[in-house]
């Protein structure tokens, strides 16, 4: 029997689930109605102490210890009317994932009774074991203990499964001595970094009391959805989020048919409960789209406050494999699961406010915006002195497969700025900007049709950062990576830039001109760090060699892309804004590296495995196939088929001498570089031997299967 064919016609034969049920026209009513947000306390807590939370949220101060116990139990008494009876401290440690803890309400008072409580204690600290999580060396077996902190700026939440209701309280995650042991640590340190200087360079330009500095982000996160019956059947997919096998299909994305196009009913009613899922947690979803690769889609939602988007797509990412599971899906996060069509990406939409005024706005008329112009010279600067960290922040096996090809922007980290941008530069650099190119009108040329107003700049699909209209869109983050690590490297380094920039404007003296000053000063910034900007293609090989004329970093694999961490003057970078100590970094460094070799060793295993237990012996059984055709006389020396069944015999030992070699590198704990290459070697022979299989034989399900069977 082959299960494979079995699977394909059960799932042939399967009805539509059913959609979503909720009342129609709730969804509004209902969003944020499990989040204990700013609403929901000011409903449960004492004025006065809501007063004072609502100030430790918007002011970023420390959370006065004194109310405490009022919060805990106004977070308590509205977690039970939710139906929840336990809570946890959910917190990012190094594993890019998220963790938890749960602890029930319930406490014994004597005589066999209980009540429920939650003490300001509880809130406020909880104790998880520090040495079960990576720490790069920061933490050992016999150095257990771990605490975790509670996030007054990221709300608590109710998060539902199968019908049970849990209270979560986003937290920190440190070590006994102090060092961060999590994603959220770092950055929080790195937007508090940025927001003190961004005040402060706003002091310079006369606004001393221009308002809050918040970084804002907007993660769009792409992801792949097949058959759970399929998914099953693939021991790669379900242990290393990737397809070590798999022949490419004849038609895959080449007519460009999937994207944006109409969105099959099965996957409509799964993004529909997605979406009332998220909007009850209080996150904005908001767009929802076929992407480019069959069975690959992308959900967006709005601008949040860095901090909350980083925790919501965290929740994103989760809502998705459990509502995909639910479904009858098996969601792919990994960034690169099938070869030969698009990876999957984060793209990683940054900004940053004071006030009413987004720094990175450029207003009808770019060239006199003084304030943009100069927050935009800082990111330029920011981007070209510490690419390489950039490169480091998206490091991992899965982005290495996806960065340069089908879209994914390449691990060369440059700048896109669009025409106007482009032009408005090379003014300033030769003395001053005096004009902005506009845009125009489109005539689309029916006359039904109106005239539509065409934007100052085109985008570039292939730049990894690229300026969109109000913000910069990091592309290169892999969809699996949380948004975390790139906006900590960002933030740190357009702190350092404006601080630069803040202490020399703040050292003129009263009687400087201070627009010509601030001209120089702009024009010196884009002779030094221009060589970062580029308006072309950058997956063609002329970039490449440019880059390199440039001086530009091509770190092309984990190994090479994690270095830098080890460089002084990036430790010195980390420590000057008090987002990380030379240890912590370190611990980063050996962590991703760990994690890196880990991936690698557990993929070399399984392709082994899969090529002697699945592959081979597929082969072998077609040629015993063929060998049953002799006894016809159609295997006559020297005739086609008697070619053809020698070239597949040529292929079945081809692969067993690529898995014998793969085994031998296995063996000798071969390097990550030769694992890769042994593995590449196995995959080859084993994907063309699977167009001549017959395909009764072949058990596991291919391309053309799983991103189009669903």
């Not at 601008?303 to 929740?315: G, K, Q, R, S, Y």
């Not at 004071?354 to 770019?366: A, I, Q, Y």
């Not at 980390?574 to 690698?600: D, H, M, P, Q, T």
């Amino acid at each position: 029997m082959n299960i494979r064919k079995t699977t394909l016609a059960e799932i042939a034969n399967t009805p539509l689930p059913s959609a979503d049920r909720a009342e129609p026209g709730r969804f509004v009513e209902d969003y944020g109605i499990d989040v204990f947000g700013v609403k929901t306390m000011s409903e449960y807590l004492p004025k006065p102490v809501f007063k004072k939370l609502l100030g430790t949220i918007n002011s970023g101060n420390a959370i006065d210890s004194s109310i405490a116990d009022d919060v805990a139990h106004a977070m308590k008494s509205w977690a039970i009317s939710r139906g929840a009876t336990h809570y946890t401290h959910w917190f990012m440690p190094l594993t890019g994932a998220s963790a938890e803890k749960h602890d029930s309400f319930i406490e014994p008072v004597g005589g066999g009774e209980v009540i429920a409580r939650f003490s300001g204690k509880n809130l406020i600290m909880g104790e998880p074991d520090a040495s079960s999580f990576p720490s790069g060396g920061l933490r050992s077996t016999a150095e257990a203990r771990g605490y975790t902190a509670w996030d007054p700026t990221s709300p608590a939440f109710i998060k539902r499964e199968n019908g049970v209701a849990t209270l979560y309280i986003p937290t920190a995650f440190c070590s006994y001595t102090g060092e961060a042991l999590d994603k959220k640590t770092p950055l929080l340190r790195s937007m508090q970094a940025l927001c003190a200087q961004a005040t402060r360079l706003m002091r310079c330009f006369g606004k001393p009391d221009a308002g809050r500095a918040v970084v804002t982000l907007g993660a769009e996160q792409e992801y792949f959805l097949i058959d759970k019956r399929l998914y099953v059947l693939r021991p790669d997919l379900m242990q290393t989020g990737r397809t070590l096998f798999g022949a490419p299909p004849q038609r895959h994305q080449q007519l460009e048919d999937h994207y944006f196009g109409a969105i099959k009913p099965r996957i409509l009613t799964f993004m529909s409960e997605l979406d009332r899922e998220l909007w009850r947690l209080g996150i904005p979803a908001k767009t929802r789209h076929n992407e480019v690769a069959p069975a690959q889609f992308e959900i967006a939602p709005m601008f949040e406050e860095l901090n909350l988007a980083v925790d919501h797509n965290m929740l994103i990412m989760d809502a998705l494999k459990r509502i995909a599971d639910k479904n009858g899906f098996a969601c792919l996060l990994h960034d690169k699961p099938f070869n030969g069509v698009n990876g999957s990406g984060k793209h990683n939409n940054w900004s940053i406010s004071v006030g009413d005024t987004n720094l990175l706005n450029p207003g009808d008329d770019p060239h006199q915006n003084a304030i943009f112009l100069t927050s935009l010279c800082a990111v330029i600067e920011a981007v070209d002195r510490h690419a390489d960290l950039l490169r480091a922040a998206i490091a991992g096996a899965g982005n290495d497969h996806r960065l340069g090809a089908n879209e994914a922007p390449p691990a060369i980290i440059s700048m896109y700025l669009g025409e106007q941008l482009a032009d408005i530069v090379e003014q300033i650099e030769r003395g001053g900007a005096t004009s902005s190119k506009h845009g125009k009108t489109i005539k689309i040329g029916a006359d039904i049709l109106p005239e539509l107003p065409c934007d100052a700049t085109d985008r570039n699909r292939t730049s990894p950062f690229a300026f969109t209209g109000n913000k910069f869109e990091f592309r290169a983050a892999g969809s699996s990576q949380t948004c975390a690590s790139p906006n900590i490297v960002l933030n740190t380094a357009v702190a350092e830039a404006f601080d630069e920039i803040a202490t020399y404007l703040e050292s003129l003296p009263k009687s400087a001109n201070f627009h010509a000053e601030l001209q120089k000063l702009l024009a010196s910034i884009i002779k030094k760090h221009k060589r970062i900007i580029f308006n072309g293609n950058n997956y063609s090989a002329e970039w490449k060699k440019e880059a390199a004329g440039r001086g530009l970093p091509n770190l092309r694999t984990t190994p090479e892309a994690v270095k830098p961490l080890a460089k002084k003057e990036n430790i010195a970078l980390f420590e000057k804004y008090g987002v990380f100590n030379a240890v912590e970094l370190k611990s980063r460094s050996e962590v991703f590296l760990e994690e890196y070799e880990r991936k690698i060793g557990i993929e070399a295993g399984l392709t082994l495995k899969l090529a002697r237990t699945h592959i081979v012996p597929a082969g072998v059984a077609y040629l015993e196939r063929l060998g049953a055709a002799s006894a016809t006389g159609l295997l006559k020396k020297k005739s086609a088929l008697a070619g053809y069944a020698a070239r597949v015999a040529e292929r079945v030992d081809s692969l067993v001498a690529a898995a014998d070699k793969l085994e031998a590198e296995i063996s000798k704990g071969g390097s990550c570089p030769a694992l890769i290459d042994a593995m590449g070697k196995v995959r080859a022979v084993a994907d063309a031997l699977e167009g001549e299989v017959d395909n009764d034989l072949w058990q596991l399900p291919k391309y053309c299967e799983m991103l189009f069977v669903y």
